[in-house]
């Protein structure tokens, strides 16, 4: 490459939590530059999802990052063109992009779920995901499979 790659920005802890991975969160759930209105959209699906989960006897935050967890893949396809076929060949998936593709995930999956209020949408999403179940996880289990079937094209790897 003819260019360097670019320094990777330090992202500043969120007022409540004091954690980068929330306000990373919060930078891709933000729409129109709307960061206090992420950050409230967020901080109120935190209190529903305590209040949901009063008997778990963990904190939210603990909550949200094993949905995330249970959520992240640890492989996915890509297309890869040899000799005319275009087969989906299995990868491992990047630390970072791991994080990048189950946050994208949960709030694509939040905001296609029915409810009134973006927080409580993204609160059923996340005790759905802590759980093992809803749409982020469905796509996740999806892509797995897609992988596994596809083990036979994995030497084409690139």
Avoid at 34 to 60: H, L, N, Q, R, W
Avoid at 101 to 127: C, D, H, W, Y
Avoid at 138 to 154: G, L, P, S, V
């Amino acid at each position: 490459m003819r260019k360097t790659k670019p320094k990777k920005r330090i992202l500043l802890p969120d007022p409540r939590y004091k954690d980068p991975y929330v306000t990373r969160f919060v930078n891709n759930l933000m729409l129109n530059g709307k960061k206090s209105k992420a950050y409230s959209t967020f901080y109120e699906a935190m209190d529903i999802v305590e209040e949901k989960t009063k008997d778990e006897g963990k904190p939210a935050l603990e909550i949200f990052k094993q949905a995330l967890d249970n959520i992240t893949p640890q492989v996915e396809v890509k297309s890869r063109r040899v000799g005319g076929a275009t087969f989906q060949v299995p990868m491992e998936v990047r630390a970072d992009r791991k994080i990048s593709i189950s946050m994208k995930n949960m709030i694509l999956f939040s905001r296609k779920r029915p409810g009134k209020t973006m927080g409580q949408k993204l609160a059923a999403e996340i005790v759905a995901a802590y759980k093992g179940e809803g749409g982020a996880f469905k796509k996740k289990e999806d892509t797995h499979r897609m992988a596994e079937a596809n083990k036979a094209f994995a030497h084409f790897r690139f």
